[in-house]
């Protein structure tokens, strides 16, 4: 049963193109169902989450996380009495819009852009969702449903100041009520993507020695996951004992969300989805506690991890490949392909924003490749 809160399917405001319902399917089932069946999504498996690509295979991708976030958020949803469908499909489309090399790549394609209204990824997702796919025969994009766009635009909050382009293009074609807060649903799917990157970073930061159990054992809530599988498992290997110690940090942050989201919708009340929008403050969120608990394993993170050497390292080559390709593209955009230099027209900035959808489009792998074969004297290709 759904809570009278939450998204209902025959309730949805439509798409933007008129479609014949599905005899089978809710509309947010189907909205989830084109975004897995997407070329951006397959594009995940080979993006960076914090590593890149090639640096081994065990580590998360922008795929992997984001179906550990789905997984995440339909677990929340469910409890909450929302629709996991919606859910779902907004947390497997949340980072649909990201570069090549993570936010390495995004941070370099938005300095390359600044002149040009500069470069959102989470824009980019609705520009990816609404013109970049181009299969179907009645629609550019994939023709979703304006709450599982709504989920895109404004998961981490309104849009309030300077809009994006992108997104600004669209909403003025299809208005998405940027000031106000998304659904319940999409909510739950920010805070998974919290939840899911808080876990899966400690385990990646493991296994490629940037940091050891004993550093983070002095950690709040990983100490007490470790020392309660130690006493419920005395004898475990090393291996099992990181798994089970890992997944109970998981099910804290889990179980925190929930009860106090519970605890903030008893407070506020809603009745209706548009009592969540117009609530004024996000419903799904953690304790006050764990938060500032996550903010002293965020700092470890940033300390231990994301400014170690070896990802350093990696991050300057990534932002250089990145910027001199968007350099060698805008002065001769004609070394673009074919099927993208039709898309360029007469301006510069719709030449810069073609050469950002381009960019933005590539795998570590394809933008690695491409940039050999434009700088490299003995590519040919």
Not at 82 to 91: F, K, P, Q, R, Y
Not at 346 to 371: C, N, P, S
């Amino acid at each position: 049963m759904l809570a009278t809160y939450a998204c209902n399917p025959a309730h949805s405001r439509g798409r933007l193109v008129l479609e014949e319902d599905s005899a089978h399917r809710s509309a947010f089932q189907r909205d989830r169902d084109r975004i897995i069946h997407s070329s951006a999504f397959r594009r995940l498996k080979h993006k960076t989450q914090v590593f890149v690509e090639h640096e081994g295979d065990y580590f998360r991708t922008r795929l992997t996380h984001s179906i550990e976030v789905a997984q995440v958020a339909r677990t929340i949803s469910g409890v909450l009495g929302l629709n996991s469908e919606l859910t779902e499909a907004v947390a497997l489309a949340h980072d649909l819009g990201h570069t090549p090399f993570g936010h390495t790549g995004e941070d370099a394609l938005n300095a390359c852009m600044e002149p040009f209204g500069g470069f959102d990824h989470n824009a980019q997702a609705i520009k990816i969702v609404t013109m970049l796919e181009r299969h179907y025969a009645r629609f550019n994009g994939l023709n979703l449903s304006w709450e599982t766009l709504e989920g895109l635009a404004k998961h981490n909050g309104p849009v309030v100041g300077t809009i994006p382009g992108a997104l600004a293009d669209f909403n003025a074609e299809f208005d998405l009520e940027l000031g106000s807060y998304a659904s319940a649903e999409a909510q739950v799917a920010a805070i998974s993507d919290d939840i899911a990157y808080n876990n899966h970073d400690l385990d990646d930061g493991l296994r490629a020695g940037l940091f050891n159990e004993e550093q983070i054992r002095e950690l709040p809530i990983i100490g007490a996951c470790y020392d309660r599988v130690e006493t419920l498992f005395p004898d475990l290997d090393f291996i099992r004992r990181r798994h089970e110690a890992l997944r109970r940090v998981f099910g804290v942050m889990v179980e925190d969300v929930i009860d106090e989201s519970r605890r903030i919708i008893g407070e506020v009340s809603p009745q209706t989805v548009d009592d969540v929008r117009g609530s004024g403050q996000q419903l799904i969120r953690f304790s006050a506690p764990l938060y500032a608990d996550l903010k002293v394993i965020r700092a470890f993170f940033f300390k231990h991890m994301y400014r170690h050497w070896k990802v350093r390292r990696m991050r300057r080559k990534a932002g250089l490949i990145v910027r001199e390709m968007f350099a060698i593209f805008i002065e001769d955009p004609g070394m673009l392909p074919d099927s993208w230099q039709k898309w360029t027209g007469d301006t510069d900035l719709q030449k810069a924003r073609v050469i950002a959808d381009y960019i933005a489009g590539m795998t570590d792998r394809f933008a690695l490749d491409e940039h050999r074969k434009l700088t490299d004297p003995m590519s040919m290709g």
